[in-house]
């Protein structure tokens, strides 16, 4: 019986920032300092733990965290009953991805949002997509699961519809409430569905109760539908676009990572659960052929648009793709040799790529929010010199574009490279796919920057844009940079783990 | 809306107000021994606004006040949650189960009606469930009232 702030650390990842929603309302009565300082010392607080509890489980090993138990590392899971956080590799990658962002967008939203009224509810709702998020990836339990995708779901749409004086936010958020509660709606049946069956919600408990029965692949179908929608691939990301390209600036990385949370959550559950019930191939290849669909179709209409937004938003979705393909060359190859082969290699190279693309996505969005910020502009063909009064804007931007085209030597070329070379392995057109949307992908970032940084200045700016928004993608444009640096230490260290943490040896 | 209702109807609310709120908190602490709990009762008490102000029609702006009450409700349900990982083992331990204090008393075996004075956190959450649920309810009643303020009414 007694305090244990390392063992308790995922219980602070989600308890700061639930405590932090409703301390700054509260703080707001006092005053407006204080409410934004409670804003940044509730974000650095998740930080300081999100970093215990990974430090914790690289140094010593995984644990599970039972809420409301008399232990704080049960040596059984006896009390099963109970709701369980599990602290693994794979929740550590996810959290810190999550976190990276958290901070980055936070710090953007001060200037950005500033003139707004009511910023007491925006950090409610920022604070409640933190730890709906950090929920959602640290739960091994498949009702609290849902909790956490509603609260998600709920306080993101919030955040998108924040500015409900401009229409269409409040559009863009109606379809992502729509698609949000129809999802959660069956999400909830195919919990039922199991439940009904199993009796237990359990991650673990369920994974030894599974037979592959016909009620279990419904509702497995499902649960791959539901998260693969919210992680906008295609044919499920009509949403993606409207929300990333009309939701408030600083926010549109945080609504970002609630799609990479579902596929983490994806990912998670795929590993644990349907090895054990859908032979491992079927659901391999369906993951392929979403991979292939989101990349080849978000590029295709990525290269249409002119808002810069918009085409970063496809680009994102095209991305995602590059994540579903390398989980489900690893899954489908999970009972082979092929696995110890390149399965494996896939996998790691999949998990890089979503911390990789969490970080510079957000970099990408907050540098194209600056851009909007600064000029009032959006459209790209009425854009042009911006470089000649933003040049630290232009970096950022150049950097974040750089590493999603998958430039060497940056953080993206590293984990895109693992990812050729093993679906290479696996059948050679994944690759070259693969290669060419990366191209593709490169071109789009060079018109953008052309368009909209280069040539002579046509006075669309002032200057640069306020210090804390620089700050804010001076951190992300940090954080890149250490993983180009350093690709081999972030798998050894980070990713590996996270594969551990999947329950997948090679 | 500067209407309101006859004095009979107005009467019969300020009587009976006072029992729908006292049954709204009976609700609440019974949580725990009875069927009900923080929800129900804080959505018993917000029928009580519900009533006054559909028999008095205007009402002073008490948004910020129950907006802080809900946060209120909301700070001390997490910090009681927390309070288990730092008195007791991890968060959501229920550390004052069966230690005398408040809600701390211990249930005797067997068939029995029910002690309030049991229970340890879970009473406490309820209450501040309640609370939270109360003021949220009552806020959305209030807006909903604001909002048909600004329809002009047909003479």
Known sequence: ?506 | MNWEMSKIVRTVTDIMVVPIIVYGIYLIVHGHLTPGGGFQGGAVIASSTALLIIAYGSFRDHKADLSSIESIGLTLFIILALLGLFLGATMFHNYSAGTGGLFGGTVPQGINPGYINTGGTVPLMNIMVGLEVAAALSLILLMMGKASDSVEVEA
């Open chain 1, 1 to 506: 019986m007694s305090m244990d702030l390392v063992s308790a650390s995922p219980a602070f990842v989600l308890g700061i920032p639930l405590l932090f929603a409703f301390l700054t309302p509260l703080a707001n009565r006092v005053s407006k300092d204080l409410r934004d300082a409670m804003f940044v010392i509730g974000l650095l607080l998740t930080a300081l733990f999100v970093g215990i509890m990974a430090y914790e489980v690289y140094t010593s090993g995984s644990w599970i965290y039972v809420f409301g138990s008399e232990e704080s590392r049960p040596t059984q899971t006896a009390s099963y009953f109970r709701i369980m956080f599990a602290a693994d590799g794979f929740s550590a990658l996810a959290s810190i991805t999550m976190v990276i962002t958290a901070l980055g967008a936070g710090l953007y939203s001060f200037a950005y949002m500033e003139g707004n009224t009511g910023m007491e509810k925006f950090y409610t709702l920022f604070f409640l997509t933190l730890a709906g998020v950090m929920g959602m990836v640290l739960t091994a339990d498949l009702f609290n699961l849902f909790v956490w995708f509603e609260v998600t779901s709920i306080a993101s749409c919030g955040l998108v519809a924040f500015q409900n004086y401009k229409v269409k936010s409040v559009e863009a958020a109606l379809k992502y409430m729509f698609i949000s509660v129809l999802g959660g709606l069956f999400f909830l049946v195919s919990i039922g569905l199991l439940y009904g069956e199993y009796g237990v919600l359990n991650f673990f408990l369920l994974a030894d109760a599974l037979t592959g029965g016909m009620i279990d692949k419904v509702a497995l179908s499902i649960i791959i539908v539901v998260f693969a929608m919210k992680a906008s691939s295609v044919p499920m990301h009509m949403w993606a676009p409207d929300v990333y390209a009309e939701s408030p600036g600083s926010v549109t990385p945080f609504i970002a990572i609630t799609s990479l949370g579902s596929l983490f959550v994806l990912t998670r559950i795929i590993f644990t659960l349907f090895r054990y019930s859908f032979g491992v191939a079927a659901v391999g290849h369906l993951l392929i052929i979403l991979g292939l669909l989101s990349m080849f179709v978000g590029i295709s209409m990525a290269l249409k648009q002119s808002d810069v937004k918009r085409l970063i938003a496809y680009l994102s979705v095209s991305q995602i793709g590059y994540m579903l393909m390398a989980i489900g060359v690893a899954f489908a190859t999970l009972d082979s040799a092929d696995y110890s082969s390149f399965g494996a290699m896939a996998l790691e190279g999949g998990l890089f790529h979503m911390i990789n693309d969490g970080v510079y996505k957000a970099l990408l969005f907050l540098s194209a929010a600056s851009v909007v910020y600064a000029t009032g502009i959006g459209d790209l063909n009425k854009l042009g010199g911006l470089a000649h009064k933003m040049p630290y804007t232009t970096m950022f931007f150049l950097l974040g574009g750089l590493s999603i085209a998958g430039v060497p030597p940056l953080s993206g070329f590293s984990s895109k490279l693992l990812i050729y070379q093993s679906v290479y392995l696996y059948h050679p057109i994944l690759a070259i796919i693969a290669l060419v949307v990366s191209i593709i992908t490169f071109a789009l970032i060079g018109k953008i920057f052309y368009s909209a940084f280069l040539g002579p200045d046509q006075g669309l700016t002032r200057g640069e844009v306020p210090r804390s928004m620089l700050v804010a993608m001076g951190i992300l444009t940090v954080v890149v940079i250490l993983f180009s640096l350093f690709p081999n230490y972030v798998v050894a260290e980070i990713v590996v783990p996270a594969v551990e943490g999947l329950g997948v040896v090679a």
